[in-house]
Each structure stands twice: as structure tokens, then as C-alpha cells.
């Protein structure tokens, strides 16, 4: 029997569970209803042990009361507990608990805007907190979340940024499903938007002298944040030379650099794919960045850089007058730092496959989209390209193709032509041949491959010929060309030869058929 117990204003009631562990468990105010829960618990308990419930369908039962907020958090410190970093599980957290928030009513201006004030932050925060708290799991369905993005969209928000939303909330109900609180995944079938339609952030490269410019502006400016001239200086010459992204940068300590190498490791917590990375470094970069980092505590970041590197970076480029923005609308922020090392790479002329294991990419369609070269870049590239222009008639041309000089087709096209001479004046045997040309022409006649004509005698082609008539250099030969053999030393009707097709006389016409003199 369950025992109740009142504690204040509230009864609590006490029962066995399936498991056969006491448990307390909160009331109300009202004792019979406390008792009708006791009841209800111990009867629950006594169907589990009977095996009459699955305690997986009682256990997803009990995650449905729960408010939503709750799962969310067990969700944020599981993907710590995996590995990933507080700024992702944060960040991703955030975005489905906002997305969460807009399938419940609220607009997203005011619960995700980056202009708001710290005053409407603290109202946004409040706002989706509240929401959230009022969410369950059963509310997680592919209409309703489907709908919440088209509200996103609808914002003028980008289809990269509901991309993003939709990764979150699909990576928590899958989450969630294999956990036990959902029976399934209910958000299979959520569809996404083509970001390649809808490109509101495309960046830029910039030209060698304009980044060696940004460097030594940087250098030689003031702290921002945290981070003096010069660590920004060597921040940017890393970023640009290994294409670390700027969350990678943050995560480098002392111990991090192999100065023998020399090269940089970034561990696998802090990279993109998961996996540890060690880049190489260029030993002009290594030899100004040892000194330095010899400056810094061990354990401790190397460069303390500010929350969002994009303000960083926009204050160097406004000292060194190079816009952040261009007049084609294409961004250099510090992850365009990461596209300057596959377009210096790719002028310098490295292998594709060698660029695409530098940047750490999974095809080279991806590396492709990192390579940007300059237009002025690619019209020198065109300027560089032969012209491919026709020849026409000029000598050398005609030379070369054997059309112009003693026997070109003019001279041949007019015999009585001025250029035409005569052997006798010429001391020659005839006009020059050339050497390439020579061996095709005909050795008699006029050139055409006929003999001169004579009124007085048929011409060769005129002869009648005969049946069966050999020429006069193939007669005395056989059938195969060979010299007729003598009937000495030989067998009647047979030659010196091992085709049976000679030695069976029947099987060919009696003219083809050897004739032994």
C-alpha cells in the first residue's frame, strides 16, 4: 500500500516501483487526489511487473510531460559530453529553442534580430524561455516545424540561416528519438531551401599587395579588444597560410606548435569534421611566431581573440582603406582569410588534390568554391591564351605548306608563265624539287601522272587488254609473285611452298594453276 505524507500544503505519496525501489513522489493539495495517484502509480507498477506494459512506452509517457526546455538541456550537455565545444552546443541549442519559439506564436524580429539592444535581448530571452517552457515533445511535427522556417523565410531571413535552424531541430529530434522519448523520428521528411539561390554573403580574395597591406597596418595598430597590433599581424598570416578557420585560431595553445616541423595541431574538439588536423607552417611565419608564443603562459590561448573576428578584421581594413564590402557585393570578412589560402595556393600552381587536403575538404567541388580569383586575375590568365589567327597568304605560311616557291600551283597552273624555264637555258636538268615533295611527283610525262601524248602512237591507257594477261614484270612469277620453279629437283604439278591451297591444284581456276616449263 502507497503511504501519503503532507509536507506544507502539498501531500506526497510513496509506492513501490516495477523495479522494486521505493520512490516519493509529489501530490497535490488535495489528499483524495494524492490518493487516486498513489493508486494509479501502484497499479502502473503492478501491470509493468506482469508484463502486461512496455516500460519503454511508460518511460516515453513520462518524457512527454516533461516540459521541452528540459530535453533541450540534456541535449546541450550530451553533445558537450561528445565533444563538441561550448560555442556549438550553445549556438545550436539556441537556434531550436528560437525555432521552437516561432511554432508557438512569436515573430522572429523580436526574438532574433542582430541590431537589438542588450534590453531587447533580455525580452527576447525571456520571451523563448517562456514558449519553450510551455512546448512538448508531441509538439515536434513536420508540418508545424515546416511551417516555422516559411515564417523564417518570410523574415527576409536567408535560406543558408533556415538551413541552419532546420540542421539544429532535426539533430534534436533525432536525438531525442534514439534516446527512447520519441517511438520515432518525426522530422524525416523536413524539407530545406537551396542556398545557392539566395546568396547574401559571397566573399572575396584579395590581391597580394593589398593583403601584405592589411598586415602591416595591423601591425602597426592598436589594440583592439584584447589583441595587440602584432598578434593580429601573425593571426592573420596564420589564417591566410594554413587556413585554419577562426574558432581553430582561438583553440591554439603553446603546446600546440611543433617548431621542428614546423607545423600547428588543432585538436579534434575544435575541428569542423572531428577529426585532429596538423598543418604545416611556412618557416618565415614559424620563425616570427616562435618568439611569440614564447610570450604566452602555457595552457592558455595564444591569441585571445574577441567573440566575432569579423569586427576585428573590418578595423584593420578601414585603416589600410580596402572596403569590406565591394562595389559587386562581395564580403571580405576573416573566413574570406581561408579563401585566400586556396587562391594562393592555386596560383602558385599546387595540385588540386594537394589544395583540397590543405583545406581539409571533402571533395574538390567544395575546394572550388574556395578558390576565388580576382577578375583582373583572370583576364590576364585570357591575355596569356595564343590568338589562334589564321596565317592567309603570307610566304612563310605558304612555304611551309608547300603551295608557294618554283613549283607551286601557280607556276604549274601556266606553264608559258614568266617564272617558267627552260632546262637547256638553266644549266639544270629541270626546275628544283623539294626534297618532301619530290619523291611523290611522277618521273615522266607532264607532271599529272600521264605520258605525253604522240599522234603517231596509242597512248598505254588505249591498249585493249587481254584476258587473263599478266604484266610484263609480274610474267614468269606465280600465282603468290614467287619465280615459277623448274621441274628438276621437284614433283609434277607442285613448287617449293607450304600453302596447301598450291598443292591441291583442283581447288583453283585453271588459269591461276602453276605451269611447269
Known sequence: MASLRKRGKVWYYRFVDADGVKRTVKGCSDRRATEDMARDAETQAARIRAGLVDAKDLARREHQARPLS??????????????????????????????????????????????????????????????????????????????????????????????????????????????????????????????????????????????????????????????????????????????LRYSEIASIRPASFDWKAPSVTVEAAYTKNGDPATLPIPSGLAGDLRPYAATIAPGTPVFPLPEKGAAMLRADLKAAEIPYEDASGLFFDFHALRCQTATLADAAGVSPRVVQKLMRHSSLELTGRYTKPRAVDIEAAASMLPSLKPSGDRPEALEKTGTDGPIGHRQMSDPAGPERQDPEESGSEGPSISKDFGPHLATGGTGNGRELPDAGVMSRSNVPALTNEKPPVYRGLDASGRLQSSAAGNTPERIRTSNLRFRRPMLYPIELRVQVV
Open 70 to 243: 528540459e530535453h533541450l538541456d540534456a541535449w546541450r550537455d550530451a553533445m558537450l559530453h561528445e565533444g563538441n565545444t561550448q560555442k556549438h552546443a550553445d549556438q545550436t541549442a539556441d537556434r531550436v529553442r528560437r525555432l521552437i519559439a516561432v511554432m508557438n506564436g512569436a515573430r522572429p524580429d523580436d526574438i532574433d534580430g542582430k541590431t537589438m539592444t542588450r534590453k531587447e535581448q533580455a525580452a527576447a530571452r525571456e520571451t523563448i524561455a517562456r514558449l519553450v517552457a510551455k512546448a512538448r515533445l508531441a509538439d515536434l511535427g513536420t508540418e508545424r516545424v515546416q511551417a516555422a522556417l516559411a515564417t523564417f523565410r518570410d523574415a527576409k531571413r536567408s535560406a543558408q540561416t533556415c538551413n541552419h535552424y532546420r540542421a539544429g531541430i532535426r539533430a534534436f529530434a533525432r536525438w531525442a528519438w534514439t534516446t527512447g522519448r520519441l517511438r520515432e523520428n518525426p522530422l524525416i521528411g523536413l524539407a530545406g531551401y537551396n542556398a545557392k539561390e539566395d546568396r547574401r554573403h559571397d566573399r572575396r580574395t584579395l590581391s597580394l599587395d593589398e593583403l601584405t597591406l592589411l598586415i602591416e597596418v595591423a601591425e602597426r595598430g592598436p589594440d583592439f579588444r584584447g589583441m595587440t597590433g602584432p598578434a593580429r599581424a601573425l593571426c592573420y598570416r596564420l589564417a591566410a597560410s594554413t587556413g
